[in-house]
């Protein structure tokens, strides 16, 4: 069950409210974001909705089967829709977010950054801490990568998102970022989760390889859980007995996701197939399936890309990719309504 406060409440509100719900012997959680005081009944005996409408300062009170709550489509009303800086996500926004799978020089950044601008998209990504299979592969530039990142983006007017692996390389990756992707890897990195969602930074997060879409919704839970609203949800592909592609894209996880979470869900092709020349064909599938945005990896020399060469774009097939996209969004959209 969530328990809705006016927002924003005062402190003793919040304390009447609280002795109320602990009187009654109910386990629950307060989350506080910039939009929203709520109260989290996660546990103890099933109550009365009656009874908790009583509570001082309550607005609302939604019944939650799901064992993730505040991630669920059970409560808000409609989709949410997130702002990542300037760029909105959601059922009235459909953004791309394109670049590099790695962050290699500032040519290579400035080249990605005009081809943007060019297409009107506002988000570029790229990494400069990588998780590889080998130790022995490039694993990014690092804090210096992502000091020559924010300098290009800044020059073209971009939003960065990019990965943060480890708890240790928020506070000095966060005054450069605007938002956090969580890897797939990390998709379950419980304590990484509620660090990156006490940055107060919109957080990416993608969907593990061997993720069931219940654990999926409970990881972007432990986000919400610390006040952190602002949660991408990213299909990503997953690992299937399939071998003649590196992952198998879930097109049913973009669908189905919409039906069980209010959070806006994004398509990263790319990895969801692996193949270059299947990218554009996935990513289209993706947005007649209900994506909310792409998140694709692009290069201006994709041959000679420092990691994920086979799955990633030249320029002209990301501008395909681009202009189907907002064909397919529209018409989507129009049968919607
Ligand atoms: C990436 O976006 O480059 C990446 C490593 O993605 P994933 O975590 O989905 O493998
Ligand atoms: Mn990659």
């Given at each position: 069950m969530i328990v809705q406060l006016h927002?924003?409440?005062?402190?003793?509100?919040?304390?009447e409210a609280e002795a109320f719900l602990l009187a009654l012997n109910l386990k629950c959680r307060t989350v506080i974001t910039?939009?929203?005081?709520?109260?989290?009944i996660y546990a103890g005996q099933v109550p009365d909705p009656r009874r908790i409408r009583q509570c001082p300062g309550v607005k609302d009170v939604h019944r939650i089967s799901d064992d993730f709550k505040l991630v669920s489509g059970q409560w808000k009303q409609g989709r949410s829709t997130v702002h990542?800086?300037?760029?909105?996500?959601?059922?009235?926004?459909?953004?791309?977010?394109?670049?590099?799978?790695?962050?290699?020089?500032?040519?290579?950044?400035?080249?990605v950054a005009q081809f943007l601008v060019s297409q009107g998209v506002r988000m570029i990504r790229g990494g400069v801490f990588k998780p590889r299979s080998s130790p022995y592969s490039f694993r990014g530039m690092g804090l210096e990568g992502l000091n020559l990142f924010r300098g290009v983006a800044d020059q073209y007017g971009l939003s960065i998102v990019t990965e943060v692996m480890e708890v240790a390389q928020i506070d000095a990756m966060a005054p450069k970022v605007d938002v956090f992707?969580?890897?797939?890897?990390?998709?379950?990195?419980?304590?990484?989760?509620?660090a990156v969602g006490k940055s107060g930074l919109p957080v990416l997060l993608k969907r593990s390889m061997s993720?069931?879409?219940?654990?999926?919704?409970?990881?972007?839970?432990?986000?919400?859980?610390?006040?952190?609203?602002?949660?991408l949800l990213c299909e990503r592909g997953i690992r299937t007995f399939e071998g003649a592609y590196r992952?198998?894209?879930?097109?049913?996880?973009?669908?189905?996701?919409?039906?069980?979470s209010h959070l806006p869900v994004l398509a990263d092709p790319s990895h969801g197939v692996g193949l270059r020349r299947h990218v554009v064909d996935i990513g289209l599938g993706a947005v007649a399936a209900g994506a909310d945005g792409?998140?694709?990896?692009?290069?201006?020399?994709?041959?000679?890309?420092?990691?994920?060469?086979?799955?990633?774009?030249?320029?002209?097939?990301?501008?395909?990719?681009?202009e189907g996209s907002r064909q397919f969004w529209a018409l989507r959209s129009n049968m919607a309504s």
């Open positions: 927002h924003p409440s005062t402190p003793e509100t919040l304390r910039p939009d929203s005081t709520l109260f989290v990542v800086g300037k760029v909105p996500f959601g059922p009235e926004a459909f953004n791309m977010i394109m670049g590099p799978c790695s962050v290699e020089s500032e040519q290579q950044l400035e080249a992707q969580i890897g797939a890897r990390n998709m379950q990195n419980f304590n990484l989760l509620e993720g069931t879409i219940e654990e999926f919704l409970q990881c972007a839970e432990y986000i919400y859980n610390v006040g952190n609203e602002r949660i992952n198998t894209f879930d097109v049913n996880a973009i669908s189905y996701l919409r039906s069980r792409l998140l694709v990896e692009i290069h201006p020399h994709p041959d000679s890309a420092v990691s994920d060469r086979d799955q990633t774009l030249y320029f002209d097939q990301a501008a395909r990719l681009i």
